[in-house]
């Protein structure tokens, strides 16, 4: 990928610092402007006074939630090539390092840029659905915990507090149980009026153990299954993938999975797996299997679990492909 700017931004939660590095030059020069559309519109006026073009320049940023929603916004209404990458990924291509501000993390963001030229990939922002059920999703975590932490309390606390005390809680409990509850009505009701989504939707249920959330869930971090090319991008991605832990004759660690990945999708899938044990003859008779030629030890019921996830993974993205439901094998 062949830009002739590189612009590396460091993105806070009210303010931006941008570099300039160019190819020709090799030297970067600075900016701190607002993060807001007022802050862009200036930061994009120094950029052509630097003699940057919107056609021939790459945007870089971390990729920081929704502290970087704006610079998306303004990227894609001015047709501005943009990149967001992971923020530990660009820390760890730095080498040792001394030091940080805000305007030397730009730069080193825009160096990033520049050494990583022929493969950055451009970030291209969901659908209006897909961001819509992102937010939805991240909301309704938010009631499942709190909802978790009070029920906890029940046990832990029941026999020393008043009755009045109890009556709060359990009212706030199911609050958040009908407030949850809304938010998956909400969810359904935005896939069943998307024609692609409600698609994708109704071929991964077909998969005994994905239920609707762990659906949705896949739907979202899979941007609709485009975001990721085979089953086992998307199982590195979550953290089910294993790899290899080998380095000449002195180091010979057992396969695992990495910890970085994607918990909260990792964790349905977990679910997901212990559902398909139970409800599917072929999975169930699949671990099994698995559990017996590792001895029946308990301390491998991770691994042979781990197997299980990366079967509903194989299977999600196999209807998706063919376009054709699943067919439970009943033996």
């Known amino acids: 990928m062949q830009f002739s700017h590189y612009i590396g931004v460091d993105i806070s939660k009210s303010t931006l610092d941008a570099a300039i590095y160019a190819s020709e030059m090799k030297k970067a020069d600075t900016k701190h402007v607002t993060n807001d559309a007022a802050g862009l519109k200036e930061l994009m006026s120094w950029a052509k006074t630097n003699g940057v073009k919107p056609k021939t320049m790459v945007v870089c940023a971390e990729h920081t939630g929704v502290y970087g929603n704006a610079l998306q916004l303004f990227c894609e209404k001015k047709g501005i090539s943009l990149c967001l990458e992971s923020p530990l990924q660009i820390k760890r291509s730095m080498g040792l390092v001394r030091g940080k501000n805000d305007q030397i993390d730009a730069i080193r963001i825009a160096q990033y840029a520049y050494d990583h030229r022929e493969k950055l990939e451009l970030f291209h922002r969901p659908s209006v659905n897909i961001t819509t059920l992102s937010n939805l999703l991240r909301e309704r975590r938010l009631y499942v915990r709190q909802k978790a932490t009070l029920t906890a309390t029940q046990g832990e606390l029941g026999q020393y507090e008043t009755s009045q005390s109890r009556s709060r809680r359990d009212c706030l409990i199911d609050k958040l149980s009908s407030m949850t509850k809304a938010i998956e009505k909400q969810m359904i009701d935005i896939i069943n009026k998307d024609e692609d989504l409600k698609r994708t939707y109704d071929l ?120 054709t439901p699943y067919k439970v094998m009943n033996y």
């Not at 089953?231 to 057992?254: C, E, W």
């Not at 139970?278 to 308990?298: F, I, L």
Request: charged share 20%; with cysteine; glycine share 6%.
């Open 204 to 323: 991964i249920t077909s998969v005994v153990g994905i239920g609707p959330i762990t659906a949705i869930d896949t739907i979202v971090y899979t941007n609709n299954f485009q975001n990721f090319s085979t089953p086992r991008q998307y199982a590195s991605f979550i953290g089910v993938a294993p790899f290899d832990h080998t380095s000449g004759t002195s180091v010979n660690g057992r396969t695992r999975v990495s910890q970085f990945c994607r918990k909260q999708q990792k964790t349905s899938i977990t679910m997901a797996a212990r559902s398909a044990i139970v409800n599917d003859p072929w999975m169930k008779n699949y671990y099994r299997r698995k559990m017996k030629e590792k001895g029946e030890q308990r301390n491998q019921h991770g691994v042979v679990l781990n197997a299980v996830k990366f079967k509903l993974i194989l299977r999600m993205f196999s209807v998706v492909k063919s376009g």
